[in-house]
């Protein structure tokens, strides 16, 4: 049987990106995108799949459960995989609310509707699945000076930000859903994911944006943080594979090695751009230090040995190859940049940005 996804989120960046690849990957297959559209959602990222008979778009709110209830019944979907999410942490620290409201409430709404409907009489739920599209945030935050630490699915849950709190939280009703009534659920917890389609309020792009108007390229406090990046298709590609293949109730962590301090990534990012463009006013002068994020944390690395030795997933993209795909993604799409940055942007920008000082002011 022609297997259906129902797939939250789906109009944001990793969402999309998974989307595409559904839809590359499997002929047998029909996805439903379901999404409310905030700031951060934009179906032009799948303006090519619009005319798919395998793809439909319902716009709802992950915590409306009246709706989510008629999504079900109208399509009967195999598997729930929820990237709907509240997804910036600069965000959540100017204004936590939303964040425990959708991620905390909107999941649990998910959680209960996919309860309702599935649960057959013998309070089993055959060969459904649910994936929560979790982050490594949760495990909190690694020392620099600790650089074989990485984080494993058994590593304590530690989050320090209110996006990170919201995000674990969301993460232990999952597993009390699983451990309480049997529903068959997985999480993926993924470092950070850079390519198309990603919000320009997030580190790459945004830095991609500001060098190419010769503007001001802001790195938090002494720009040492590390993130662990990874190509976003290569995350779609664990996600797919978890669903089919995990096993249900687990946690699988999601990586691929490739931890960078915050300024390195900044300064290849300068390079590459200035290349591309052949523009020599982009250089390092831009770099400015700016006050540092609040509960920064100092390291994230992930440990991706479960899904290596269980399912056989490894990274695909170099990053070499990723960063250059992505640089050349938004030079090729400035329309895309244009759209998704013009109103309520310059206002976000104006708020995160506008005070912020030099770092230690
Ligand atoms: P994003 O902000 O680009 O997209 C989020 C999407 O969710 C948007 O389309 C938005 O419209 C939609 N949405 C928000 N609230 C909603 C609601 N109440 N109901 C329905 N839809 C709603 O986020 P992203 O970067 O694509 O992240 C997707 C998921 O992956 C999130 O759950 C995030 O926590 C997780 N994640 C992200 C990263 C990363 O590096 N970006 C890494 C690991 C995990
Ligand atoms: O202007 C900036 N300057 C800067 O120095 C921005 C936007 C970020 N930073 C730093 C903060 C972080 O150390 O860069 C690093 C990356 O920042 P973000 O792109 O905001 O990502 P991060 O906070 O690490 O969280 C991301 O990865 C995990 C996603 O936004 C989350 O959704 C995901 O769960």
Not at 16 to 44: C, K, P, Q
Not at 67 to 92: G, I, K, Q
Not at 237 to 266: K, M
Request: aromatic residues 10%; charged residues 25%.
């Amino acid at each position: 049987m022609t297997p259906t996804y129902l797939v939250t989120g789906g109009a944001g960046f990793i969402g999309s990106n998974f989307i595409l690849h559904l839809l590359r990957a499997h002929d047998d297959v029909r996805v439903v995108n379901v999404d409310a559209l905030t700031y951060a959602g934009n179906l032009e990222n799948l303006t090519s799949v619009e005319g798919d008979a395998r793809y439909a778009f319902r716009q709802a709110d992950i915590r409306d459960a009246e709706a989510m209830t008629a999504l079900f019944a109208e399509f009967d979907p195999a598997y729930v995989v929820n990237f709907a999410a509240e997804s910036h942490v600069d965000r959540s620290i100017a204004d936590p609310g939303v964040f425990e409201s959708t991620n905390v409430g909107g999941t649990v709404n998910l959680l209960n509707v996919a309860r309702a409907v599935w649960e057959r009489s013998d309070g089993t739920f055959g060969d459904h699945r649910y994936l929560q599209v979790s982050t490594d945030e949760v495990y909190g935050s690694l020392p620099l000076d600790e650089p074989d630490a990485l984080f494993t699915e058994g590593t304590p849950l530690s989050p320090h930000s209110p996006y990170s709190a919201s995000k674990a939280s969301a993460d232990l009703f999952v597993r009390a859903y699983g451990d309480t009534y049997g529903l068959p659920v997985l999480v993926t917890r993924c470092s950070n994911n850079y390519g198309p389609y990603q919000f320009p309020e997030k580190l790459i792009p945004l830095m991609i944006r500001n060098a190419l108007r010769h503007e001001a390229l802001p790195v938090y406090g002494d720009g040492l943080n590390v993130r662990d990046w990874l190509y976003v298709e290569d995350h779609c590609r664990a996600i797919d594979l978890v669903l089919r293949e995990g096993r249900v109730g687990e946690v699988y962590n999601v990586g691929g090695h490739n931890e960078r301090s915050n300024i390195q990534i900044v300064r290849t990012i300068v390079e590459r751009v200035s290349e591309a463009v052949d523009d020599p006013a982009i250089d390092d002068s831009l770099i400015a230090f700016v006050t540092d994020r609040k509960g920064h944390d100092r390291r994230y690395g992930i440990s991706p040995e479960k899904i290596r030795a269980e399912l056989g997933w490894a990274p695909e993209t170099p990053f070499d190859e990723g960063i250059a795909r992505t640089i050349d993604w938004y030079l090729a799409n400035p329309e895309w940049v244009e759209r998704v940055t013009s109103g309520a942007y310059q206002d976000y920008y104006e708020r995160m940005y506008g005070d912020r000082g030099t770092a230690g002011n």
